[in-house]
């Protein structure tokens, strides 16, 4: 199995982009890992939240094959200890080919991009800044690739 984060806009602080390139690296000793990331939109004041959503997610949906299996990462979705988020990922390594997640924009998803998915999970029930989604999401896909093998980096 692969594994592909999709976000809108690039990182902009440096000390969480070395942090989530770190967690890049490690987390390709266990499954191959990229991250794809798609341009903040161009005069994006000059739209409604709902036309942003949008066009938003037409450049997600672009980056998507039909056999992906696509997790959106959203306040609603189901919410996992790490543990069971590790045995989650080892069921879809069984099962899929590539395990895209996506965080969207500053307004959440598209109708079309909600429609493409096969699951929602959260990562908390807090609001974080999308700066620092990135961060937490790479640390505990890190932390399920180290369970799932048994190594010492989580602690029950």
């Not at 543990?83 to 099962?95: F, R």
Request: proline share 2%; hydrophobic share 35%.
């Amino acid at each position: 199995m692969k594994a592909t984060l999709i976000l809108i806009g690039k990182t902009d602080n440096k000390m969480y982009q070395a942090a989530i390139e770190d967690y890049v690296s490690r987390i390709n000793h266990y499954i191959p890992f990229d991250i794809q990331v798609i341009a903040d939109l161009k005069n994006s004041k000059n739209l409604s939240e709902e036309q942003q959503k949008q066009k938003e997610g037409e450049l997600i949906l672009k980056l998507l094959q039909t056999s992906d299996t696509v997790v959106l990462l959203d306040e609603h979705g189901k919410e996992f200890r790490s543990v069971e988020y590790a045995q989650w990922i080892e069921k879809k390594q069984q099962t899929a080919k590539r395990l895209v997640f996506i965080i969207g924009g500053p307004y959440g998803f598209s109708k079309d991009v909600y429609a493409r998915a096969n699951e929602k999970i959260s990562l908390s029930k807090m609001t974080f800044s999308h700066q620092m989604v990135r961060l937490i999401f790479a640390e505990q896909l890190y932390r399920a690739c180290t369970i799932i093998k048994g190594e010492p980096y989580h602690h029950e």
